[in-house]
């Protein structure tokens, strides 16, 4: 195989986009499928980073356990476990195995199932991190009891919006409405129910999170602007150009000199009398844009291959209909219709592009900093601390509990 799972893995990981935002608890249809993907704004800063470079000597330092049950994770208050996770990781390898035809070895087996675990759980960490950032906002330093308080009745909400929103779509994508049979189609895909509606839950608190830290509509005042575009003014500078239209004919298709000069005259005295140059641009023109009535769209100066050409449409005066102009290709008749002199686009016409432009990165900014302040005060333990900034090793007492042979 030309990629390794682990590799397919990171193209899934990075290739998220997030999706617009969707205000928490409305009373609308269509909801529940997006609400899976709202907070993958803030998850898509961290994942694409996770693990992209690590070599494959690192990625096969850690073992996994045997036990589903085995814990790879602890975020604040809550635990991952890898029975979490499997069930992702063998359907997606079977669809790979099927679509393939190839039976991977256990070597490939195993690295595989260790990448993609390893991805999995990157981005299941982030989604953990923003739930307990937000439940810690709630309850503050109060005791356990009123976390636990806390997160039954948001928990009991968002399980409540699932049915009300998510279910109904996952019914009608899988075409069922039977409970059962719908958890065996998950289940395929290596999901079920429960285990949607505990990552909607998840991801709607998490949304909770990122809705309540990070600015979305920030201000931008017009100082800014004008600094902004003063900083980037030479990307606004707009070279000398013009529109116009034109007339031609090729030496090429003539026995000689004199009969493709008399051919183009004669169409001049026909634009001129005629009253119309496009008219007879495409009845008789032989140059590529003939068939637009030979209309040439805005060129900047020194851009045309013929220099005659050039010198001519930036000099003559507008709308006048040219002489003939002799080139190395044969003869033309050019009748400028719009010039532009060389300067900066003023800042006023770009206002808007520079208001958009600041105020994504003042979002970036604002995401950034909410997930500084996240690592900060969620610690994680996990299988591999080297994937999340600031998480350390699983404590001794559980990596023992992970080995069968501690038990």
């Known amino acids: 195989m030309d990629l390794t799972f682990f590799d397919l893995v990171s193209l899934y990981l990075c ?51 045997d036990d589903p049950a085995a814990v790879i994770a602890v975020v604040g208050k809550s635990n991952v476990l890898l029975g979490d996770l499997l069930p992702q990781v063998d359907a997606r390898i079977a669809e790979v195995e099927e679509k393939s035809g190839q039976q991977i070895s256990a070597e490939q087996l195993r690295e595989a199932r260790l990448s993609l675990v390893r991805g999995l759980l990157g981005k299941t960490i982030q989604a953990k991190m923003m739930r307990e950032s937000f439940l810690l906002e709630q309850v503050g330093s109060e005791n356990a009891d009123k976390r636990e308080e806390a997160d039954a009745k948001l928990s009991g909400r968002a399980r409540q919006m699932f049915h009300e929103a998510e279910l109904p779509e996952l019914k009608e994508q899988y075409g069922t409405n039977d409970l059962r049979e719908l958890d065996g189609m998950l289940r395929k895909k290596g999901s079920s129910l429960l285990a949607r509606q505990r990552d909607f839950v998840d991801q709607m608190l998490g949304h909770l999170y990122i809705r309540g830290n990070v600015n979305r509509k920030p201000e931008v005042s017009l100082s800014e602007i004008i600094t902004e575009y003063e900083a980037e003014k030479e990307n606004f500078f707009k070279p000398e150009r013009a529109r116009w239209e034109q007339l031609t004919v090729l030496s090429a298709n003539f026995p000689n000199e004199q009969a493709a000069r008399d051919a183009i005259q004669e169409m001049g005295r026909e634009a001129v009398f005629g009253g119309s140059m496009q008219a007879v641009a495409r009845d008789r023109s032989q140059e590529p844009f003939a068939s637009k009535g030979g209309v040439h769209d805005w060129t900047s100066r020194g851009s045309l291959a013929s220099e005659k050409l050039d010198a001519q449409v930036f000099s003559l005066p507008l709308n006048k209909i040219s002489g003939v102009i002799q080139d190395s290709q044969g003869f033309h008749i050019v009748r400028v219709l719009e010039r532009e002199e060389a300067g900066y686009t003023a800042s006023s016409e770009l206002q808007d592009e520079l208001r958009a432009k600041i105020r994504e990165r003042k979002i970036e900014t604002s995401q950034r900093n909410a997930l500084d302040r996240m690592r900060a005060k969620i610690p994680v333990w996990t299988l591999f601390p080297d994937d999340i900034p600031g998480s350390k090793p699983l404590p001794v007492s559980i990596a023992r509990g992970n080995n069968p042979a501690n038990r």
């Open 15 to 65: 290739g998220l986009q997030a999706l617009q935002k969707v205000s928490i608890f409305p009373h609308a249809s269509g909801l529940g499928m997006r609400l899976r993907k709202l907070f993958q704004i803030l998850v898509l800063f961290m994942t694409c980073a996770i693990s992209a470079a690590l070599s494959h000597a690192q990625r096969l330092e850690v073992t996994l356990p």
